[in-house]
């Protein structure tokens, strides 16, 4: 009777205990929960670059119907060879329907998409010729950002030498106050080598305005650039490309400030209590001098002198397409040539956009990226093989790291090991040992009452 009331009690216990206890698993399974497989999503999402939307990782069974859509992919970059703009005459590769390049007399030309920096066509693209005062532009996108545009400054005599014999001018006093604003419409209208000068020298001075707009230069991935006298004033060893022209008026572009000076056609220019009109020498902008003003201009720079001829950055907009062109030295067609050269290879390029493979891009080369922790290879420690080779340490620099090696998963459908099998059993003992433990104080109990 006693112990048939003691097992009793043991096995209430158990089952109780067994009860509120979850029971272990004894197979291994190969299913990941749900989180780990919304984790995993997201990394091998992350990892391969795949667009991912604000759904994933999510059952379809929890999404909100089917209207989840995916993330707009960003504009892929077509690849090209940049080593064929190194190559002479002109570079054009047409599709079946494209139309026929022009053949303009200048020696040096480009064009180009300002969204995308892809070369539609060039011709002798890197040749490195005087650039005028094309280089202008290169000297905004250096001194621009330097002073607010309703700055006041008053011009010292200092300021105003230097300037070369037979520059054009748009006429800035010494002693006289102008605005920032005035000053950089003086350059981008009139072409003014004396706002040049004055500019510069707010911005630290000459010489260090040449090796700024130098650096300016490479950072744009303008090689072909090399600054002497900032205005674009011929000096010796000054030199730039059709390419690095089209690089400058395609950053210039991403600048609103540079952008609203480069296409106005006219202003106010102050002189002291009264003012005069000064009107922008780029020809497509303004139609002066008969010719044609271009549809869609948005202007940028021209350039002029005895050594460069005629040199030209232009830029257009048709639709949701902008082009930058560049074009270098007519070699026929008088002063204005370089205007009409510039609008037969604009007409060109809104028609042949679609129908051409890029030759090229304005787009500075990526750097390789450096090897990193997660690309460099390691030498991996492990307790079942030598450390490195022959059964050497890694060598120093190898980046070694010592890895524990994982313990490795049963296979789906096999028993887990014995500690897990044996834990039913452990609990049923202690179930029991508590049982009779309880029963004995109770024995006890009822003794001292009787």
Known sequence: MIVMSAVRHAAAG???VLLVLPAPSA???????????TSTSAFMSSATGTPRTASAGIPSSLRSGDTARREPTPPVRRPVDRARLDRKGTQVQPLPDAPAVPSPSALSWVVADVSTGEVLAARNAHRKLPPASTLKA????????????SEQHTVADAELTGIGDGSSLVGVKEGYTYKVSDLWNGVFLSSGNDAVHVLAAMNGGWESMSRRMQEKARSLGALDTHVV?????????????????AVFGRAGLQDPAFTRYCSTAYADFPAGSWSYGIAN????????DGVARYPGLIGIKNG????????????A????????VSVMNPQGGGGLAVYEEARELLDWGFAAADRVRPVGSLLPEQPKPAATAETRPVSVARADRPAGPEGRAPRAGAEAVAVAAPAEAPAQGTESSGASAGLPLGLVGSACAAALLLWGRRRRAARRAD
């Not at 020498?281 to 002066?288: C, F, P, S, V």
Request: overall charge negative.
């Open 304 to 315: 002029y002198t005895s050594n460069a001829g005629n040199t030209l950055i232009s830029a």
């Open 138 to 149: 290169l000297f905004a996108l250096t001194a621009l950002p330097g002073h607010e545009p």
């Open 317 to 324: 907009r048709r639709g949701d397409r902008t082009l930058v």
């Open 229 to 245: 006298s900032p205005d674009g004033y011929d000096a010796p060893g000054q030199v730039s490309s059709a390419y690095d022209l």
């Open 27 to 37: 197979v291994a399974s190969p299913v990941p929960s749900a989180a780990a497989a």
């Open 14 to 16: 158990t089952a109780a």
């Open 281 to 288: 020498t780029n020809r497509l902008l303004t139609g002066a």
